[in-house]
């Protein structure tokens, strides 16, 4: 098959979105696919460069934030699209933003299907203007996208059961398909119970962009009720618009006596963040909005055992294997019993660590692949 990727920043570095279309498309071609990208230009590096380059679109006012969240909006280019689609057997887009909308119209116009992953909740965006609660403001936001993207697809990538019962509940008339989005099978490189040194802090790790819905400061609030407080090690490895935000807050801890180790802010790439998970005592994720969390997934490949905020619009509490890994979202005083539960019982966390890492077998991205295929063909076959 011919599959277009319509996606506005492809190679865009520290932004989970381009990183799962990159990954996808990697596989798709392994899998003997013949894929596109139709895309805004790649401004990290000269080459590679989309198949079709779209210019950048500024988005008014808000262009700083934006590119904050290392990302960028494409213009339309109403003939580059047509060229794009008219090579397709389907088209596959990955956002629901403007140049979806063109393409998605342009394709029905030229009789090409199209196919769609559902990767972001409107709260995803509005949360970085501190909009997140605004119910209003997001379920119009969601409406406008199921009516001018989504309503346009026949068939629906659902990366979470989370996300596939809130499009049935909105009414949403495409296909919808359950497949994650997938992880590359990576075997754990932690050592079995190593000696643990009485002295040596707890290192605890939290991956994830520095952004409102990751709600990081969770995590530091917690530290106040934690007995452990002051043998923790905290580490967060990733970057984004609320960067300046969280370091400040996580120092004060450090100069209030509250914790005894300045926490660490570190951007690593994928081969320092399974270093550091296959390192770490405990893996935390407190993100209130999230559609799957694919670098839970692969934190707990390197067999830690995680603590993840549980809530309406986070799906990655389905990774947990039970409650004791389990907090409400916002909820500090949770997350500190959580914390001092798993660091009371070290042996239990060693037996449980690499139980998550077996769990994290049923995500193997070529799986998602082979659903993936499976889905381009079913929407190829019914347009006919």
């Keep these: 098959m011919k599959i277009l990727f319509v996606v506005n920043n492809y ?14 498309v990697q596989y798709l071609r392994e899998a003997g696919q013949e894929v596109r990208i139709l895309s805004g230009r790649n401004h990290e590096s000269e080459e590679p460069q989309p198949d079709y380059v779209l210019g950048d679109f500024h988005v008014p006012v808000f262009d700083g934030l934006v590119q904050s969240h290392g990302y960028k909006f494409a213009k339309t280019d ?9 090579w397709a057997d389907v088209v596959h887009l990955e956002e629901p933003f403007i140049i979806q909308m063109v393409t998605a119209r342009i394709a029905k116009r030229l009789g090409v299907p199209c196919t769609g992953t ?16 605004w119910k209003f403001l997001n379920y119009n936001t969601l409406r406008l996208w199921r009516d001018t993207v989504f309503n346009y697809c026949t ?18 008339k495409s296909r919808l398909h359950l497949i994650s989005n997938g992880i590359i099978p990576d075997p754990s490189i932690r050592k079995k119970m190593p000696p643990k040194d009485p002295d040596a802090p707890f290192l605890v790790a939290c991956i994830g962009r520095l952004a409102v819905e990751k709600d990081q400061p969770t995590l530091l609030e ?4 934690s007995k452990y407080a002051r043998k923790i090690q905290l580490f967060f490895a990733g970057r984004g618009p609320e ?17 005894a180790y300045d926490p660490i802010f570190e951007f690593r790439d994928r081969a320092g963040l399974r270093q550091l998970a296959a390192e770490a005592d405990l893996y935390i994720h407190c993100a209130t909005v999230e559609v799957e969390g694919l670098s839970a997934l692969e934190a707990l490949q390197q067999a830690v055992v995680p603590i993840i905020a549980e809530g309406d619009l986070t799906a990655t509490s389905q990774f947990a294997l039970d409650e ?9 005083k949770a997350l500190a019993d959580c914390i001092d539960y798993w660091l009371d019982h070290p042996v239990e966390r060693e037996l449980m660590g690499w139980k998550y890492a077996e769990s994290t077998e049923g995500y193997d991205i070529h799986k998602s692949i082979d659903a993936l295929i499976d889905m381009f063909r079913h929407a190829v076959s019914t347009a006919q």
């Design 155 to 172: 068939d629906i990538q659902c990366p979470t059961e989370n996300v596939l019962e809130r499009l049935q509940k909105f009414g949403f």
């Design 324 to 332: 004791r890994s389990l907090f409400p979202t916002k909820d500090a």
């Design 243 to 259: 960067a300046d935000a969280v370091k400040e807050k996580a120092h004060a801890l450090y100069e209030e006596g509250i914790v």
């Design 222 to 225: 917690a530290m106040k009720y």
């Design 11 to 24: 190679y865009a570095s520290g932004n989970g979105l381009s990183a799962s279309a990159r990954r996808t």
């Design 78 to 86: 109403i003939s580059l699209i047509e060229e794009a689609v008219k």
């Design 118 to 133: 559902y990767h972001l909740h409107p709260e995803n965006l509005f949360c970085s203007i501190n909009l997140g609660d």
